[in-house]
């Protein structure tokens, strides 16, 4: 599935059978965030845990995989999973970057075809349904006002 020429392939699949599949792919270990040094200097997607859960899958196709997860544990304006748990705890960017380091592991897929690694992240969120993926960005700079009208009826 990750080396798949035609994506058509992935629609015969169903969640379990992806994650399997990905599974396969995944890196033995999991990396401790305090050793994103650690962490392959490859494009891929990497995968976030808590325990034995799947927190957040990212992608770096821009970047390596250490350069993209390093992100998180300092106060970069790109480290997303780190502003997602600030938004979700409530809490600051230093204690968000403390319990990355401190509580979260990764394991990587290198893929070497940067093209294909939005669409296999998209497919791995599909399968893993990762709690802190359902948290869209436009969560941290919009502001929804509900008009008066519709008040009333939420």
């Not at 080396?3 to 994650?19: Q, S, T």
Request: with cysteine; charged share 25%; proline share 3%.
């Amino acid at each position: 599935m990750i080396n798949c020429k035609r994506y058509d392939e992935l629609l015969k699949c169903n969640p379990e059978d992806i994650k399997s599949k990905i599974e396969s792919h995944l890196f033995a270990e999991s990396i401790s965030f305090l050793d994103v040094d650690s962490f392959p200097d490859n494009n891929g997607l990497y995968f976030v845990f808590l325990g034995s859960a799947v927190l957040y899958i990212g992608k770096a196709d821009k970047q390596s995989i250490k350069d993209r997860c390093k992100q998180y544990t300092n106060n970069s304006s790109g480290g997303t999973l780190r502003k997602k748990i600030e938004c979700v705890c409530s809490c600051s960017s230093s204690d968000a970057t403390s319990y990355i380091s401190n509580s979260l592991t990764a394991k990587f897929i290198v893929i070497e075809e940067t093209k294909k690694i939005s669409t296999l992240e998209e497919v791995a969120i599909w399968a893993f349904q990762p709690k802190l993926n359902v948290i869209k960005p436009s969560t941290f700079t919009v502001t929804v006002q509900i008009p008066h009208s519709l008040g009333k009826q939420i």
